[in-house]
C-alpha cells in the first residue's frame, strides 16, 4: 500500500462538528475539499472565513487553507470527487434509537450526482450496525433513478468512526490514536489508506498552534469489515462512559465514608489495566455522543433480543449524577426557594461552545424548578445558549465574577482553565453565603479556604472549612 502521496478531490457532507473538523483537516494535507450542507446560513458564514463553531484552533487552521476549500449548498460538487464523506447528524429518538433522516437524504442525494469514476462513499456519521449496507442501497437506486442503469463498479461504502473530543477534535484528527477503517471493497481500503497516509506516518508539517505531540510515533490502522467499524465507535464510547459513570458511583460512596474520590482515582488509576483517563468524578458526562450512543447501543441490542445492564447502568448512574449535585447544595442551604445560584459554565465541556445534552441547563431547570434563581457564565458559549435555549430565562452574565454578586452558592459546572484563575480573595465578599460547590473538583481546595469559602467537592466526605 505504499503509494506516493496525492492530491484528490474531496466532498464532506454535512459541515457540523465532525465534518467541518474533517475538511479542514483534509484541506490542510493538501487536498482540494468541498463541504456541502443544506443550511445556507452556516454556509455563508464560512464562505465569510468564519467558523460557525467554537472549536481549538479551527478557525486559524481555516485561514490557512481557504485557497483549498470551498463550502455550498448544491450537491454537484460530488461528480468530481473522489472521496465523499457523510457527515450528518444523527440526533436520537425518544425510544433511543437515532434519527437518520439526514443520512438518508445525504445518501439519495449521493446517488444522484455519483459521478463516472469510482467513488468511495465514506460514513462518518455515528449509525447503527448495519447502515453502511443500507447507505450502500440507497444510492444503488438513486443511482438507477438518475440513469436508469446500474451502479455497478461506480461506487464502494466505507465506515471511518471518529473519536474526536470536542474541544480537540483537530488534534484528534491530526495526531490520533488509531485510524479505524470498514471496508470490504479492496479500492476502498487502498484509497482511504493512501489519504491518510500522511497521518500514519505523520509525515505532514504540523501547525504552528497545533504541535505534534512529543514522541508521536507511527499510528495504527485498523483495517475490519463495515459492521466491526461500525461498532467499534459504539463500543468505545460506551465504554469511557462506563468508567466516567463508574467513578462517579465510587464517588457518591466516597463521600458517606470519608474518602477522597481524587485519591482513590490515582490509587486505581495507576493500574495499567484501568489508566487514569476517564475516572475524574464530577457531574458526569453529557455532548452529543455518549448520551446518544449509549443509547443507540441500547436500541440496536433490543432489536436482536438482547439486554444490555451495563450499559443501561451506566446512563442511570450519570443522569442521577444531575440531580445528586441539586441535593447536595439543597442539604447545605436546607431551602433553594428565592435563593440566587450562580453556575460557572454552560458548555457541556471547555473548548466548545456545544450546550448538547449539557448537565449545566439540565442541572440549571432543576433549581429553578425548586424555586432558585439561577445566573450562570460561560467564556464562549452565551450566545449560543441565548439563541438555542431561550426558553431557559437563565440570567447570563458577561463577566464571571458576575456570578457572584449576592450569591448564595456558586457551582462549577464546566471546567474551563480560566475559573482556575479568577480573583479568588475578592469574590467571597461578594457573595451572600460564601459557598462553592466544585462539580469538577477541579479548583484549589487550599486557595478557597484561605480566601473564605465554605468548598464542596464530589466525591470528598468533608467540606473544606473556611480559615476566617
Known sequence: MKERAESMDIAVVGAGYVGLTTGVALAYLGHRVTCIDVDTAKIETLRQGRCPIYETGLQELLELVRHRLEFTDSYSPIRQARIVFIAVGTPGLPDGSPDLSQLEKAAWAIGMHLGEDFTVVVNKSTVPIGSGNWVEALIREAYRSRNGRSADGQFAVASKPEFLREGSA????????????????????????????????QTFP?????????????????????????????????????????????????????ADITQVARGIGLDGRIGTRFLQAGIGWGGSCFGKDTAA???????????????????????????????RLLEELKILKGKTIGLLGLAFKPHTDDLRDAPSLDIAKRLMARGAWVRAHDPVALDRARRERPELQLQYCERAEDVFDGADAVMLVTEWPQYRNLPWEELAGKMRVPLIFDGRNFLDPERLARAGFRHLRIGVGSPTLTTA
Open 170 to 201: 483537530l488534534r484528534d484528527t491530526l495526531y490520533p490514536d488509531r485510524v479505524v477503517v470498514g471496508a470490504e471493497h479492496p479500492e476502498a481500503l487502498k484509497t482511504l489508506y493512501t489519504l491518510y497516509r500522511p497521518i500514519l506516518e
Open 297 to 327: 447501543l441500547l436500541a440496536t441490542a433490543r432489536e436482536y433480543g438482547l439486554t444490555m445492564p451495563i450499559v443501561e447502568a451506566a446512563r442511570q448512574v450519570n443522569y442521577r449524577q444531575r440531580e445528586r449535585v441539586v441535593e
Open 206 to 258: 504540523a501547525p504552528a498552534f497545533l504541535p505534534r505531540p512529543e514522541g508521536l510515533g507511527a499510528i495504527p490502522f485498523v483495517a475490519t469489515d463495515l459492521a466491526s467499524a461500525e461498532l467499534i465507535k459504539y463500543a468505545a464510547n460506551a465504554f469511557l462512559a462506563l468508567k466516567i459513570s463508574f467513578i462517579n458511583e465510587i464517588a457518591a460512596l466516597a463521600e458517606k465514608v470519608g
